[in-house]
């Protein structure tokens, strides 16, 4: 759980200076003020995080992941999802 956590904080950390390379390195004409959740987004579509090691599956995990993505298909995409509204204790 230890080695997880301090994974997890290690790519945060990576993923927060390449962000705020990034912005550095905007000419000031072209800087944008984008939303913490589209700087996520341009840093994945972007790749400079991006780890160096190779992030492999066990085959039994990748047959795990494959038999819910066949799953997936049994059931039609409704329409409409029906929701109900919460209630207050």
């Known amino acids: 759980m230890k080695r ?3 994974l997890m904080l290690c790519v945060f950390f990576s993923a927060h200076d390449a ?3 990034d ?6 004409t072209q800087a944008r003020a984008l ?3 589209q700087q996520w987004l341009e840093l994945q579509r972007s790749d400079k995080a991006a780890s160096t090691q190779a992030q492999p599956m ?7 992941v494959h038999k ?5 298909f049994e059931k039609p995409i409704p329409e ?3 929701h109900e509204m919460p ?3």
Do not use: C, H, N
């Open 4 to 6: 997880l956590i301090t």
């Open 19 to 21: 962000m705020a390379e």
């Open 23 to 28: 912005v550095q390195s905007t000419p000031p």
């Open 35 to 37: 939303s913490p959740t």
């Open 58 to 64: 066990s085959g039994e995990v990748m047959d795990r």
């Open 68 to 72: 819910r993505y066949l799953k997936s």
């Open 80 to 82: 409409y999802y029906e």
């Open 87 to 89: 209630t207050t204790r």
